[in-house]
């Protein structure tokens, strides 16, 4: 399998396919929505990954979704809280101090790669 995206060790081909294709899109907003469409960004990246989603256009529906997994990896599903509501998207990589970098929808009504404080991710799962 050889090196990985990133250089990071242990992730699938499937998992960086993920990202590669979420990454694709930043910048834009491919759903044709113009709220809360995060989830249904994660699920449109997953379908064009090979992968089935969750159905749902709820955040949430992704802490029950895949292999729950213990802490960030590239390719892994971040699921996070926010004021309001949830937020979801896939991790590209992780930061010097730890913190997932997420590849995410709506995310200042664009998709955008940022880093997110840790502690507001509730669940990681593996598609």
Request: net charge positive; proline share 3%; aromatic share 10%.
């Amino acid at each position: 399998m050889g090196d990985t995206a990133g250089g990071f060790s242990g992730t699938s081909f499937g998992a960086s396919n993920v990202v590669d294709e979420a990454r694709r899109y930043i910048g834009g907003n491919p759903t044709g929505r113009s709220r809360l469409w995060c989830a249904r960004f994660m699920n449109f990246v997953l379908q064009h990954s090979g992968y089935r989603g969750t159905g749902s256009d709820m955040a949430s529906s992704f802490a029950g979704y895949g292999q729950r997994i213990s802490g960030p990896q590239v390719g892994a599903i971040a699921v996070m809280s926010r004021r309001g509501g949830g937020h979801v998207g896939v991790v590209s990589g992780i930061d010097a101090n730890g913190n997932p970098i997420v590849i995410s929808g709506n995310h200042g009504h664009r998709v955008a790669e940022s880093v997110y404080q840790r502690g507001r991710i509730y669940a990681y799962v593996m598609p």
